[in-house]
Structures are given as structure tokens and as C-alpha cells.
């Protein structure tokens, strides 16, 4: 059972024992309070998007402080969140922010975008893959392309 301000740690597989890598998953939650103390750095790849779409770095920390997370990518430290720009009076546009929490004192803001398909909608699988967070790597069956009318 897990509780509120308790950390999860991660071991991950086809790693030796004596490699094994402690991976600290670290919630939006916490993250917080690091963005409204501005211990941050916004990366390139976000003014680059700035620049290209339009928004701007107050956009950014508005959508990631009322987002929600959409996957967390342990092992990179990374998190996914979606928040949206509102635009008074009534326009809402999604943004998609990637945070990466490898340091402790500070989060680096990677990359920020308007999504392309906005209101996509994930498989149970896929949204299942992305949130699991026990470090067990996906089972990948490679097959040929049947092809129609030959028999071998």
C-alpha cells in the first residue's frame, strides 16, 4: 500500500546485481513545489517551441501546475503532463510538458507542445503500458506480413 509523500523506487531488469540501478519515481506533486520556487531550467527544445507555436514559459508553468500526468517514463526520470493554455474567455488548448526530476534540487523542463491529435484515445493496453511503474519490460512477438494468395 502506498501513501501520500512516500517515494516508490524501481529495480529494473537485465541489469546485474551489482549494476542494479535504484530509480526514485517521483510525482507531479512533488515536483510542484520546485516550479513555484523557480528551480527550474527551461531546455532549448522548449524555446524552440515557444518560438514555433506561440505560447510562452508562463503557459508552461500554469499547464503543468493545474495538468495532470499522463505517463511517467522511470526509466529516464522523465514524466509526461498534460495541461492546456486557457485563453479567455472560453478557449482551452492542450500542452503537453516533459519534466525530467534527475537532480533533486531542481527540474529541467524538456521539451513543451501543442499536441497533434489532441483528443486521441489510447488502448487500455497501451495506456496501461505507459503507467506501469514495476519496471517489467513488454513482451514483443515479431511476425512477417501474410501475404494474400501465396502459399509457401
Do not use: C
Not at 493496453?125 to 514495476?134: E, G, T
Amino acid at each position: 500500500m502506498l501513501f501520500r509523500g512516500v517515494s516508490r523506487v524501481v529495480w529494473f531488469r537485465g541489469v546485474s546485481r551489482e549494476e542494479t540501478v535504484k530509480r526514485k519515481i517521483r510525482r507531479l506533486e512533488e515536483l510542484l513545489p520546485h516550479l513555484k520556487e523557480g528551480r527550474y531550467r527551461i531546455g532549448p527544445h522548449v524555446a524552440k517551441h515557444m518560438i514555433q507555436e506561440g505560447f510562452t514559459e508562463l503557459d508552461v508553468l500554469q499547464a503543468v501546475e493545474w495538468g495532470r500526468e499522463l505517463a511517467v517514463y522511470a526509466e529516464d526520470e522523465r514524466m509526461l503532463v498534460l495541461g492546456y493554455m486557457v485563453i479567455p474567455p472560453r478557449l482551452k488548448l492542450p500542452l503537453h510538458v516533459v519534466l525530467e526530476y534527475k537532480n533533486p534540487r531542481w527540474v529541467d523542463v524538456v521539451t513543451a507542445f501543442i499536441p497533434r491529435e489532441p483528443h486521441r484515445i489510447y488502448s487500455r493496453a497501451r495506456v496501461a503500458a505507459l503507467v506501469r511503474f514495476d519496471g517489467a519490460l513488454e513482451e514483443v512477438k515479431w511476425v512477417r506480413p501474410k501475404q494474400l494468395g501465396i502459399e509457401r
